[in-house]
């Protein structure tokens, strides 16, 4: 069993390039590690720090009114590339909860939902829509509700979202994949003696 | 009802159960470990007190970190020595065979699988690496997971998976001289764009792909997953029976005329529907090249540097702009003759045998530019072997380009062979991310005939001005 995945509010973190590849969330050079933890520090390295390692303060992420936030959202087609896992402890472990694109890497998508990051897929105009939302009023807060497959904007208005309905449910109630496969020990055996070769 | 396409005929044999409203446990019948995705699977089962299923479905190597040069000695990098050691130490404890460092099995990881024979067609085959793609081209549905799937599979030789769609890439046409098949899968990278493949697997049909060698299938396989793609398969025929015949795992005598007759089944049935379709004419097709920094930012050799004003759409003019500034080309520019550094002729894409000899006819009795560095890295043991017989490492060295021992090398630059800061490369490698071939590093694509042919001008070269 994980964590179930609870509502949760908080700002934007908005990063509209567009196909962000895994290598740029986090470069190859930080994969020689045999644990999950601890990868938010380099967390979209490349891009965080100069060649001296110092922060590069236009960087979106080294801003401080952009501590604490949970929700990143994202451009078009989000965690292309390499399939490395690395990418969303990476994100989980800097301290975000959700992503929201209007598509994700197949991979990528897939890895993030086994690590209660949950990819938000939403339309060209509601992406457009949050963009100018966070511009326009980058204090606002917008709530993820998982249950109600709902983002809530401040006033009230809602973006409904589609998730797989066993990704959710893992999601909520804190089911961990492997646990769920386990139970097919029979239908494995028996189809591991039903091939003829 | 004869409709099914060669993807629907491995998937349905391999889906053990599926629940309502669940994805479909498909059983995998081949699992490819490598020392970077696997760590944390392994001490996942250890915190479990699982074993693994099927150790002898289970193949290891080192190919992500490793130095391409001494070999033999002790690793210098400490945290590359701690990641072959957690791989030697946990297949030892789960009783997976592993071609280390040293043995004549080790290779980059997709390019092992086939040559030993254990990829074949009809078998689901997974590694925690996306460019497990390049299995297909052997016919089977080949796809790369991320390290908590790899754990899953260990401990159950099963997948949780949602059907992906598919889509038919139809290749027809005589391929004109001086091209090779990644300037096939970069013309579509071009067209359909880094996403035009999310939640499809590709089926590479028509006259052009019958014609091309399993090296040069591969080679465009591999790269289906820049595309978006989950997989990409090209039906198994005679090409691909003769390259397993013989191999070390290939099925021998009777076993071997009873999977002959499986696999002639395999291909998509004349009434086969896809969910999508797209053609190219090979016929028509340049050289192909990368300006950008992604792998769906290429153009034809004699092209220009496309700019912001090449499209209407705001964010692809911002992403045009971004990389191109990154890669410090001016746009309107033609890419031929842009200055380079160093050229990169190897990886999982093209670091076979057929790579090797390409770039070796281009380079035989001419020198590498003065100045440029040229790394010639095969992608296995048995590719450097075979090589080596043919006297290809000598038209290298004699060319003035490094012979290197197998090994990932410079396409992720983690094994400390990396572009340093600024310098232009041409790599037949598969991506051109920002920094993936170290930091700071811009990365052009290309097929291994342009990339010899650019390392003899010493700038981007067009080889049918060799030829």
């Known amino acids: 069993m994980t964590e179930s995945f609870r509502t949760f509010s908080s700002r934007l973190v908005p990063l509209p390039n567009e196909n962000v590849d895994t290598d740029q969330i986090i470069p190859a050079r930080f994969l020689k590690t045999t644990t999950r933890e601890g990868l938010g520090k380099s967390l979209f390295n490349d891009w965080r720090y100069d060649a001296a390692g110092n922060p590069r303060p236009e960087f979106v992420l080294n801003k401080p009114e952009m501590r604490g936030r949970k929700i990143l959202l994202a451009g078009n087609n989000f965690g292309c590339g390499s399939s490395r896992e690395h990418a969303p402890w990476a994100l989980t472990d800097f301290g975000f909860r959700a992503v929201i694109s209007t598509s994700f890497a197949d991979i990528f998508r897939g890895n993030s939902l086994k690590n209660a990051l949950l990819p938000i897929l939403v339309s060209r105009s509601e992406h457009a829509k949050l963009f100018s939302l966070c511009s326009e009023y980058p204090e606002a807060e917008v709530t993820v509700d998982l249950e109600m497959q709902a983002l809530t904007l401040p006033g009230g208005a809602r973006i409904g979202f589609p998730i797989e309905p066993f990704s959710k449910k893992c999601l909520l109630q804190g089911i961990d994949e492997l646990g769920y496969l386990l139970r097919f020990a029979d239908q494995i055996a028996a189809y591991e003696s039903s091939r003829r070769f | 009802m004869n409709h099914k396409t060669l993807f629907d005929k491995v998937w349905e044999s391999h889906v053990v159960a599926a629940e309502p409203d669940c994805p479909s446990v498909l059983y995998i019948d081949l699992h490819l470990v490598h020392e970077v995705t696997s760590p944390q699977a392994f001490s996942g089962l250890r915190e479990r007190g699982l074993r693994v299923r099927r150790p002898d479905l289970t193949v290891a190597t080192m190919d992500h970190i490793i130095p391409t040069r001494n070999q033999g000695l002790p690793l210098q990098d400490p945290l590359a020595a701690q990641l072959v050691k957690q791989l030697q130490a946990n297949c030892d404890e789960f009783e997976i065979s592993l071609h280390g460092i040293g043995d004549p099995g080790q290779g980059i990881v997709h390019i092992i699988g086939p040559e030993l024979g254990l990829t074949q067609p009809g078998k689901t085959v997974v590694c925690g690496d996306s460019h497990t793609s390049t299995h297909g081209a052997c016919g089977a549905l080949a796809f790369g997971i991320g390290t908590s799937e790899v754990e899953h599979v260990l401990a159950t030789q099963c997948l949780l998976q949602k059907k992906p769609k ?29 996403d035009g493949g999310t939640g499809h697997v590709f089926e590479y049909r028509g006259d052009t792909i019958r014609s091309l060698g ?254």
């Open chain 2, 166 to 194: 598919t889509f038919e890439v139809l290749v027809t046409g005589r391929l004109p001289a001086g091209l090779t098949s990644k300037d096939i899968i970069l013309s579509l990278l071009a067209a359909i764009g880094v």
């Open chain 2, 214 to 467: 399993m090296d040069e299938r591969m080679t465009i396989c591999n790269m289906s997953i820049e595309a978006g793609a989950r997989a990409g398969m090209i039906a198994p025929d005679d090409t691909t029976f003769q390259y397993l015949s013989g191999k070390p795992f290939a099925p021998k005598g009777a076993d071997w005329e009873a999977a002959l007759s499986r696999w002639r089944m395999l291909g998509s049935d004349g009434e086969a529907r896809f969910d999508r379709s797209v053609e190219i004419d090979a016929s028509a097709l340049e050289p192909m090249i990368t300006y950008g920094t992604n792998p769906g930012m290429a153009i034809p050799i004699t092209g220009r540097i496309p700019g912001p004003d090449s499209t209407h759409d705001s964010s692809a003019r911002n992403a045009i702009a971004k990389a191109v500034a990154y890669m410090g080309l001016t746009p309107g520019k033609p890419i031929l003759g842009q200055k380079i550094d160093t050229v990169f002729i190897g990886s999982c894409t093209n670091g076979r045998l057929a790579d090797l000899r390409a770039a070796a006819g281009v380079l035989k009795g001419r020198k590498v530019h003065p100045g440029l560095r040229a790394l010639i890295v095969p992608g296995s043991q048995a590719v450097r072997e075979a090589a080596e017989r043919e006297g290809l490492h000598l038209i290298f060295k004699e060319a003035g380009a490094e012979w290197r021992e197998p090994g990932c090398s410079m396409c992720i630059a983690m094994n400390g062979d990396e572009l340093s800061p600024g310098e232009y490369c041409v790599s037949t490698s598969n991506r051109n991310f920002e920094g993936r071939q170290g930091k700071g590093g811009r990365t052009l694509l290309a097929s291994p005939l342009t990339a010899a042919a650019s390392a003899v001008a010493g700038v981007v070269a067009d080889v049918r001005r060799l030829v």
